[in-house]
C-alpha cells in the first residue's frame, strides 16, 4: 500500500502528457465540427465549409465525445492538470447531456440561428482574394446548411420539442428584412465589379432561395406547431430539460425552487438601495411613478441614433484610463464601439459583446444598439459599458485568449455563464470604486441593472418551471425596474426562448462578491484588491466551485 503514491507519481508525466494530447486532438475535432468558430480562430482550413448537421454527423460527433469523455477518465489525475481536467470532464459531459435531452432540434430562436447568417461575415477578416472566393464559397453551400436546419427543426416537431409561437413569430419580419436590405452584399461594395456581381449572383441563386424556404416553412409548418404557452415545461421531458439547463447555467447544485427564492431576496434588497437613490435626487412620490419619470423624461435620451452612438463612444474612452486603480494586469487586445447591425436590432437587446479573433487579427467590439433612441437611457449607458466593454466581458475575454500558458479550450471555448456573465455583472458595480457613478441617476442605472438580473432569477424560473404567463413576466419586471417596455418585452421574450441562460448572472455575481468579501475578512490590511482580481481573471472561465477553490487556496497562501 506504501507503493501506491509512488506508482503514482511516476505515471504522472507520462499522464500528464497524454493528457495535454487528448487536449491538442479534441481542440483540432472541435475546429473540424465547428468551420465557422474555425475561421474566426484564424483557421483556413474549413473557410468554404458551414457546420454538418446531418443526423450521421451528430451522431458521430456524440460518438466521438462519449470516447474522449471515457479516454480522459481512464487516465491517471495528475496534481498540475488537475484544474483543466476538471473543466473538460465538465464541458464533455455536458455536449453529451445535451445531445440525449435532443436539445440540438431546437436550433432557432429569435435572437439567435442561421436566419442572422449575414452577421457571420462581421467575425471573419476579409484581406485577399481568397478570403472573398471562401466565403463565396461558403455562401453556395448554404441551401445545404439550410436544409440540414430545416431537418433538424422537422424532427424536434415530431418529437414535439419545438420553441413557444411568441418566440419564433419574429424570425420570418427577420428574414423579410434581410430579403429588403440584402447585407450580405456588404463585404463586397470596395471591391472589383467582377467580384460584386459575382456575390450578386450567389446570394440570388442560393442564399435568397434558401431563406425564403425558411421563411415559408417557419410560416406554414413549423409555428403551427410550436407551444401555445411559454415555459420549457410543455416539452416532453421539460422538467429534465430545465434542470439540466439551470445547472449548466449556474454551474452549481441550485434547484429551480432555490434560485426562485435568491432572486426574491435580492429584489428586495436592491428596492431598498433604489428607494435611497430616489430620495437623494429628491423625488417624492412613490418608486413605481419614479420609474416611469425615468422612462418618459426626455433630457434623459438622445434625440437621434447617431448622438447615442457617440454618447456611448464617450463612455468608452472615459472608463478606459481608470482602470489602474483595480488591475494591475489588462489585456492587450483593444476592442471598438460598433451599432448593432438594423436588420436585427428591433428584435435583440440593448447590447452585446463580439470576442477577439483568436489570432489577435480583429479586436472586439462592443454592440449598441440603436433602434429607437428614445428608448435607450442616458442613466443606464455607464453600467452597460462596464459590463459590455471594460472592465467587463472584453478585459476577462481578451485576458482569458491571452493566457498562452493554458489549453486552447479554456482560452477560446470555456464559456461557463456563471462564471462569464458573473464577472460582467460585477464589473458593474466597480463603477463606485472607480469613481464613475458621480452622478446619482447613473448609481440608480447601476441598481437598475443589478435588479435587472436579480428579476431574471425570478421570471426565468417563474416562466419555465412555476409556469408563469408571458403577461406574468412582463408585469413583474416593470414593477421592479424601470426599464423601458421595449426592452423588457424582448427580455422577457430571450429567456421563454433560451430557457436557464439568464440564472448564470446573479449567482455568478454573488459568488465572486462572497469570495471577495471573504478574501478580505481573511487577510484583512493585506487584501489587495487588484491582486485579488489578478487571481479571478488568470483562473479564466471556470465553473464556481473551481473559482472558489482557486480564490481561497491563494487566500491561505497569503
Not at 165 to 184: D, G, H, T, Y
Not at 233 to 241: N, S, V, Y
Not at 273 to 282: A, C, H, I, P
Amino acid at each position: 500500500m506504501r507503493l501506491a503514491p509512488l506508482v503514482f507519481a511516476l505515471a504522472w508525466p507520462l499522464a500528464a502528457q497524454e493528457l495535454e494530447k487528448l487536449f491538442e486532438q479534441e481542440w483540432e475535432r472541435s475546429l473540424r465540427i465547428s468551420p465557422v468558430f474555425a475561421s474566426t480562430m484564424g483557421d483556413r482550413r474549413y473557410a468554404q465549409r458551414w457546420p454538418d448537421l446531418s443526423p450521421a454527423a451528430l451522431a458521430r460527433d456524440y460518438g466521438d465525445t462519449k470516447a474522449a469523455l471515457a479516454r480522459l477518465r481512464s487516465l491517471p489525475p495528475t496534481p498540475a492538470q488537475a484544474v483543466n481536467r476538471a473543466i473538460f470532464e465538465r464541458m464533455l459531459s455536458e455536449q453529451i447531456e445535451e445531445y440525449e435531452l435532443g436539445w440540438r432540434f431546437v436550433p432557432v430562436n429569435m435572437r439567435d440561428g442561421i436566419q442572422n447568417t449575414a452577421d457571420v461575415a462581421n467575425l471573419l477578416n476579409f484581406r485577399e482574394e481568397r478570403d472573398y472566393q471562401d466565403w463565396l464559397a461558403r455562401l453556395r453551400a448554404f441551401p445545404v446548411y439550410m436544409d440540414q436546419t430545416i431537418a433538424l427543426m422537422r424532427e424536434g416537431m415530431r418529437r414535439k420539442l419545438v420553441q413557444p409561437k411568441i418566440v419564433m413569430q419574429r424570425v420570418p419580419a427577420q428574414i423579410e428584412r434581410q430579403l429588403q436590405s440584402n447585407p450580405f452584399t456588404a463585404p463586397f461594395a470596395t471591391q472589383s465589379t467582377t467580384l460584386r456581381n459575382e456575390a450578386k449572383l450567389v446570394i440570388e441563386t442560393a442564399v435568397f432561395p434558401a431563406l425564403r424556404k425558411f421563411k415559408l416553412f417557419l410560416e406554414t409548418e413549423y409555428l403551427p406547431a410550436c407551444y401555445d404557452g411559454v415555459g420549457i415545461w410543455q416539452a416532453p421531458e421539460g422538467e429534465k430539460l430545465y434542470a439540466y439547463f439551470a445547472r449548466s447555467f449556474t454551474t452549481t447544485g441550485l434547484t429551480p425552487d432555490e434560485i426562485h427564492a435568491i432572486g426574491l431576496r435580492e429584489v428586495a434588497r436592491i428596492r431598498d438601495e433604489m428607494y435611497s437613490v430616489q430620495r437623494k435626487v429628491g423625488f417624492a412620490g412613490p418608486l413605481p411613478e419614479f420609474f416611469q419619470y425615468l422612462r418618459t423624461e426626455p433630457r434623459f435620451y438622445y434625440a437621434t441614433g447617431a448622438e447615442l452612438l457617440d454618447g456611448y463612444r464617450a463612455m468608452a474612452k472615459r472608463i478606459d484610463p481608470t482602470l489602474v486603480k483595480l488591475f494591475r494586469k489588462l489585456p492587450r487586445t483593444p476592442y471598438g464601439v460598433e451599432p448593432i447591425p438594423a436588420e436585427i436590432a428591433p428584435d435583440t437587446t440593448a447590447a452585446y459583446y463580439q470576442p477577439p479573433a483568436g489570432d489577435g487579427s480583429r479586436a472586439g467590439m462592443y454592440h449598441v444598439n440603436l433602434y429607437k433612441p428614445e428608448m435607450r437611457p442616458k442613466w443606464e449607458m455607464m453600467a452597460l459599458s462596464l459590463h459590455e466593454s471594460v472592465p467587463g466581458h472584453h478585459t476577462q475575454i481578451a485576458y482569458a485568449q491571452e493566457m498562452g500558458e493554458v489549453p486552447k479550450f479554456r482560452r477560446f471555448q470555456a464559456g461557463f455563464t456563471a462564471y462569464v456573465e458573473g464577472w460582467a455583472l460585477y464589473a458593474e458595480s466597480l463603477g463606485d470604486e472607480l469613481g464613475l457613478y458621480d452622478d446619482p441617476y447613473a448609481k440608480f442605472g447601476q441598481l437598475t441593472y443589478e435588479m435587472w438580473r436579480a428579476v431574471r432569477l425570478v421570471v426565468d424560473t417563474g416562466i419555465h418551471h412555476k409556469r408563469w404567463s408571458r403577461q406574468q413576466a412582463i408585469d413583474y419586471f416593470l414593477a421592479n425596474a424601470p426599464k423601458t417596455e421595449l426592452d423588457v418585452t424582448n427580455e422577457i421574450d430571450r429567456y421563454i426562448g433560451w430557457p436557464g441562460q439568464a440564472l448564470g448572472y446573479k449567482i455568478g455575481e454573488l459568488k465572486m462578491k462572497e469570495l471577495r468579501r471573504r478574501a478580505q475578512e481573511k487577510l484583512g490590511a493585506r487584501f489587495d484588491v487588484r491582486a485579488f482580481h489578478d487571481v479571478v481573471l488568470s483562473t479564466g472561465a471556470v465553473p464556481l466551485d473551481v473559482l472558489e477553490k482557486r480564490v481561497m487556496d491563494w487566500v491561505d497562501g497569503n
